[in-house]
């Protein structure tokens, strides 16, 4: 292969195209590989403080070329304008959707795992990629929301309908009293797929207990976390995973 077929001016257009679309994944990795390298040389809490600063520089950036670029206008409050043209219910679809290929992408990863080192090996993994998402979900909607540094049950009640899992799955909150809050995930996409498969219920309980835990200590330090159940325990036909969380008076103010 000659010096200039080895170039990206030698292309065809839809070679390019999917070359764009390449460079699109490698960016998002990239991002991810630092947030990931500061995490691991730093703490998880001064990782966030810096994503904080690069995804706010980075994203006017990258969102300002590719503006140019794709010929989109950006609003002033940094939002393409053309989310904002959209239908309030067309946007309520789109969040949906985007927290559907979440969770399509969380379990072809899984998958992608099982297939080739088994089922076990998947689930380490899957066991400690929430120890890093789930403080960090819990950290971007805190920002989202301008939640104050502890906000309380209150505020882990409010940030819990924000998450990812919020829109394609059903869940409830019951205040059992002024320090005590009782969540339930009625229906699990994942859960309720398998079921309908006649499979029994994924064993989520040490996933779940890192990524209850970790969210709500993220939103408020104060709060403890008491897994009432969750698969392979014993559940009624209403839930398959219920939590408790309490805040605990005693501990310190953030």
Known sequence: MDQETDTTGALGKEELARLAVDFLHRIVVHHTLWFAEVERQMGMEKALEVLGTAWDKSYAAQMKRLSEA?????????VPKALLAMPREKLLALLGDLGRNWLAGDGIWFQSVEARDGIWEAKRCNDSCWVRFSPFEAWSIRRFLNLPAAPGLSGLKRALGFRLYAGINTQSIVEEG????????????????????????YPCKSAGLVEYRTFAETIDPR????????????????????????????????
Do not use: Y
Request: proline share 9%; net charge negative; glycine share 6%.
């Open 70 to 78: 794709l010929g989109f206008e950006m609003d002033s409050s940094g």
């Open 178 to 201: 002024p320090e005590s809050l009782l969540f339930r995930m009625e229906n699990c996409r994942v859960q309720a797929a398998r079921k309908l498969k006649g499979l029994p219920d």
């Open 223 to 254: 709060i403890r976390t008491e897994c009432v159940a969750c698969p392979p325990d014993d559940h009624p036909e209403g839930w398959f995973c219920a939590w408790r969380f309490t805040l605990d008076r005693k501990a310190s103010n953030p």
